[in-house]
């Protein structure tokens, strides 16, 4: 039975605990590109000039300036910066007493790694996808390791397809278990620190919302929609029957606050029964796999809007007056009031034509009526003088001459 509850508020969900960190292995990189070295913001770094006579002095420049603007020790072919600042990256040179260039070292300065923001995304049983951020700028060149294990198992590569993203994959994770470490590690030149996190895929389990939803009305049925669904992308097909998922689906007429719900499990098509009639409806679905109990609801599909069908014989007058304004805004096949009105149009304008004809007719009849009265006045008129002439003439006759 559909029950009236009111729209939760979608939550995002980072599954994560932070249990172990830093391993810090120092100047890894150093030298890695012959002529650069690294250095650590803040703490006291020390050059080397490679190629010079051991105990010979050597003069250092920077960026091609004798003159070093800040606070240094050296010491025969040594020089320490004591307290690094960003402005002291550039181009260190040493040269002999001639002046002759011995070597150049680019000193780059940064942090060491440090914990990296992890969370993770299981959209279906076979792929958690982990992302992160890192939670520090080191300005040096990083490098990130990732990896996961499974309790009494060795470290399986997390797989990260492109470098620079911070994302990766865990693909077919064991079923045999729901917990799994996952490892990672944050390297730079100047060492490395690995974040490590517990994630328990299971209550992690949030499917996507479910896909190519479509709402039909039923004929003759102006309380009934039918809706219809797809699983989800992520959530292959061959998990049918294995990993049935759970639907939730809510609707409401458009104005209304509260949604009804209906559930299915392992079913692509329901049934709203009782949509109020006329209305246009909102409705959503959301899903959740149906056997573990503690996965999560996808966030709620985009809305889809339909109406019921609609009775094209029946008046619309019972109707709430807001819905004579949504049905002139919207186009539907068949259109009740549009029907009714064409015929009661129709034979009002029967009606006057016949109308007009009668009282055509009965002025046609006036005319002919008058013409003829006129006809016989002009008639009697002609036989009155007729008479008249003849009287005389026989008068005139009897006259004696
Ligand atoms: C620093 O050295 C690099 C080559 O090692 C050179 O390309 C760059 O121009 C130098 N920069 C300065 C400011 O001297
Ligand atoms: C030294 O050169 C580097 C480039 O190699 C540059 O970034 C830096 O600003 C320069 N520093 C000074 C003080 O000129
Ligand atoms: C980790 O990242 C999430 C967003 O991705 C953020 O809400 C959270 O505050 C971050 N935590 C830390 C410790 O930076
Ligand atoms: C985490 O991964 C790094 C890099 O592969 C490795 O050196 C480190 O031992 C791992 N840490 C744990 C606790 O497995």
Redesign the pocket.
């Known amino acids: 039975m559909p029950g009236f509850v009111s729209c939760p508020a979608s939550q995002l969900v ?1 599954g994560i605990i932070v249990l172990y960190s830093v391993h810090i292995k120092s100047e890894i990189w150093t030298n890695e590109v012959s002529d650069v070295q690294f250095g650590r913001l803040g703490s006291r770094v020390t050059l080397t000039c490679g190629g010079s006579y051991r105990g010979s002095p050597v003069e250092w420049r920077f960026n091609g300036s004798s003159v070093l603007p800040w606070p240094t020790q050296i010491s025969e072919d040594l020089l320490a910066l004591l307290s690094t600042r960003h402005y002291m990256e550039g181009n260190y040179s040493c040269h002999d007493e001639r002046g002759t260039l011995l070597q150049t070292v680019k000193l780059r300065l940064g942090h060491l790694p440090h914990f990296v ?1 992890v ?1 993770c995304r299981v959209p279906s049983h076979n792929a958690i996808y982990c992302s992160w ?1 890192q ?1 520090k700028a080191t300005h040096l060149p990083t490098l990130f390791i990732s990896s996961y294990s499974v309790k009494g198992k060795g470290a399986e590569p997390c797989e990260q397809e492109n470098i620079g993203v911070n994302e990766c994959t865990i693909t077919n994770p064991p079923i045999w278990s729901s917990k799994l470490l996952v490892n990672i590690t944050e390297m730079n030149p100047l060492g490395s620190n690995s974040t490590i996190i517990q994630v328990d895929f299971h209550k992690l389990l949030k499917p996507d919302p479910p896909d190519d939803i479509t709402v039909l009305h039923m004929e003759y049925q102006p309380t009934q929609l039918l809706v219809q669904w797809r699983n989800p992308a992520s959530w292959p097909d061959e998990f049918n029957g294995a990993f049935p998922l759970l639907f939730s689906l809510r609707y409401r007429p458009i104005g209304s606050s509260y949604w009804s719900m209906l559930e299915t499990e392992d079913n692509t098509s329901l049934r709203i029964m009782d949509a109020l009639m006329g209305h246009l409806h909102q409705i959503q679905i959301r899903a959740k796999d149906a056997l573990i109990n503690h996965s999560q609801w996808s966030e709620w599909s985009h809305v889809v809007e339909a109406r019921p069908w609609i009775n094209p014989w029946e008046e619309p007058t019972e109707e709430p007056v807001d819905f004579s304004y949504s049905f002139f805004n919207l186009s539907f096949p068949v259109r009740a009031t549009d029907m009714s009105l064409d015929s009661s149009l129709d034979l009002n304008g029967s009606l006057g034509l016949l109308v007009l004809l009668g009282l055509f007719a009965a002025v046609m009849v006036a005319i002919l009526l008058t013409i003829l009265a006129l006809l016989c006045v002009r008639q009697k008129k002609r036989d009155n003088v007729l008479k008249q002439e003849l009287t005389s003439m026989v008068k005139m006759k009897s006259i004696p001459i």
């Open positions: 980072f923001n969370s951020l939670t």
